[in-house]
């Protein structure tokens, strides 16, 4: 069993991405083997009003079970706590809110107010470190990147968040996680996706450090193709358990947390 | 065949405690890939003595050693690219003539004088009289100067090119970082670039790029610093490309380019 924590739907502003609608989503699932996938419509992460394409996600995702919808919740909009308990009410796994690309402060007062609102509703957060490789973005793509002092605020802010971060690379999570008490540090998940493999070996040096336990399967598509994430997992020696863990269930640990 | 056509090794005066491990875990994990033949370059002292980018004569010269001598120890897996800077004309020069000499396929040209520049020239002609492909080091797109180097881009890459139209020039990593459809757009028709595929960038939308300004017969498998991303490059090329098409990423167009034998099944 194979969750992608890490999925998207729609069409990116930034670039021509091939293989942003949920039928060819599905295929890319089958051809990586993966047999789930959160997402979050990517589009909306750049409107005014991001919550305007949650309808739009849970509609597409009603044709495709295999996808699970990642609402995202603005904190800074009046009625943002409907937002948040619709997704509730719908069963998403997690919620997502990216606070640069939204205008926010990521560990101002509308975070933390999200934060302890996540933590009061059992749903996990999501958000990204950065979408896309901070050397090629578009000149006009100047959103900074997610801070490692910011997610340490955000997990300190409310003792019942739980935080599922993507795209972060090895010392992003190495900041994270050894400025963070072991309490802290058990709230959040990581994502795969933007670590390296051999020979750097980052991911493999991050499972012995920072334990297997805190690692689930993403890969960021289809602003990135999946088979990334698969084939560091291949070239690791990792137990079936170890590999069970990081393939799904550790994302469903976090769910049930 | 699978030969990775952009790989780098380490050595003793590299300021690296892990750089053992970091070799065996590039042969080991081209064992789980199937990498047939490691194409390396060392650059320099890897910044302990002369910056990266910007080795020393001495530190080049130590750096090609310690590849000569890893070619030696791995004589069917590992093949070397002489890299030089372009700076030092004269060592330049001798340097290539000592390590072709000595085995090695191709040169390597990192960050220390812009490509366009004409003192790339005499190291152009090396490469047309030995029939040896240059790999250089690229940043796609690059609207400013980056610290640390004097890179280039596809532009001027390809100004190069041109001057040389008898030398195979490989336009390093093309997901190695800036805007990959701009470097696309440049090599389209120029002959005698070869896209690296290699780099930590995966996006989607790169590889059908790659296909649609290049052509299969200009492609080059590698991996750099992220033998994860190649890999997984390779697996979604084998759903966009025939079994034939495939051959000429995984290793027939590196034997075309580099110099006759260069390869086992060659």
């Known amino acids: ?111 933390r107010v999200l934060a302890a609102a996540c933590g009061a509703a059992r749903i996990p957060l999501m958000l990204a470190v950065r979408l896309e490789d901070g050397r090629q973005r578009h000149p006009n793509d100047v ?14 802010a409310d003792a019942d968040l739980r ?17 963070s008490t072991p309490e802290e540090a058990a709230r959040i998940w990581w994502d795969i996706c933007w670590i390296w ?29 999946p088979e990334n994430s698969v084939a560091k997992l291949d070239l690791l020696d990792l137990t079936a358990e170890q590999l069970a863990a990081i393939g799904s269930d550790n994302a469903r640990r976090m769910l049930a947390t | 065949m699978l030969v990775d056509i952009h790989a780098h090794f380490y050595h003793d005066r590299a300021p690296r405690a892990d750089r053992e491990e970091r070799n065996a875990s590039r042969l080991t994990a081209g064992e789980k890939i199937g990498i047939t033949v490691h194409v390396a370059s060392i650059l320099g002292s890897w910044g302990r003595t002369s910056p990266i980018y910007f080795p020393s004569p001495p530190d080049l010269t130590y750096g090609n050693d310690a590849l000569l001598a890893l070619q030696r120890a791995h004589p069917t897996r590992i093949r070397g690219y002489v890299c030089v800077n372009p700076n030092y004309t004269t060592h330049a020069r001798a340097e ?15 960050a220390s004088r812009r490509a366009d520049d004409p003192l790339l020239d005499p190291i152009c002609a090396l490469a047309q009289q030995h029939r040896v492909p240059v790999l250089q080091h690229i940043w796609q797109h690059r609207r400013r100067d980056w610290p640390g180097q004097e890179a280039s881009d596809a532009s001027e890459l390809c100004t190069l090119a041109r001057r040389h139209p008898e030398v195979a020039f490989i336009l390093a990593h093309i997901g190695g970082g800036g805007d990959w459809l701009h470097s696309l757009h440049a090599v389209r028709d120029v002959a005698n670039v070869y ?32 033998m994860c ?38």
């Open chain 1, 143 to 156: 959103v900074p990147e997610l801070s490692a002092a910011a997610v340490r605020a955000l997990i300190r």
């Open chain 2, 229 to 266: 991303t190649g890999w997984a490059k390779l697996r979604y090329l084998e759903t966009l490309l025939n079994k034939d098409e495939m051959a000429l990423v995984r290793w027939k167009n590196a034997v075309r380019i580099f110099p006759p034998n260069a390869f086992p099944a060659d």
């Open chain 2, 195 to 226: 896209v690296d595929l290699c780099g930590s960038g995966v996006d989607g939308g790169m590889l059908e790029a790659c296909v649609e300004a290049a052509g299969v017969s200009r492609l080059l498998w590698g991996t750099d610093l992220t």
């Open chain 1, 197 to 225: 493999g051999p020979p750097e070996d980052h991911l493999e040096t991050l499972l012995a450090t920072v334990g297997v336990e805190r690692f689930v399967f993403g890969t960021g598509q289809p602003l990135r193709i």
């Open chain 2, 96 to 110: 290539i003539a000592r390590c072709l000499s000595a085995g090695m396929i191709g040169i390597k040209l990192a």
């Open chain 1, 1 to 111: 069993m194979r969750i992608d924590v890490n999925a998207f739907l729609g069409a990116y502003p930034w670039r021509k991405v091939p293989g942003t609608s949920p039928e060819a989503l599905v295929k890319a699932l089958d051809r990586a083997e993966i047999d789930e996938a959160w997402v979050t419509h990517l589009p909306s992460l750049f409107w005014r009003d991001p919550t305007e394409g949650n309808a739009w996600l849970a509609s597409a995702a009603r044709d495709e079970p295999r996808l699970k919808p990642v609402p995202v919740v603005h904190p800074g909009l009046a009625q943002w706590e409907q937002a948040l308990a619709d997704a509730v009410n719908a069963g998403a796994p997690a919620v997502r809110c990216d606070p640069l690309y939204l205008g926010l402060d990521p560990a101002g007062d509308d975070m």
């Open chain 1, 163 to 179: 935080l599922l971060v993507t795209h972060a690379d090895r010392g992003f999570v190495e900041e994270v996680h050894f400025g």
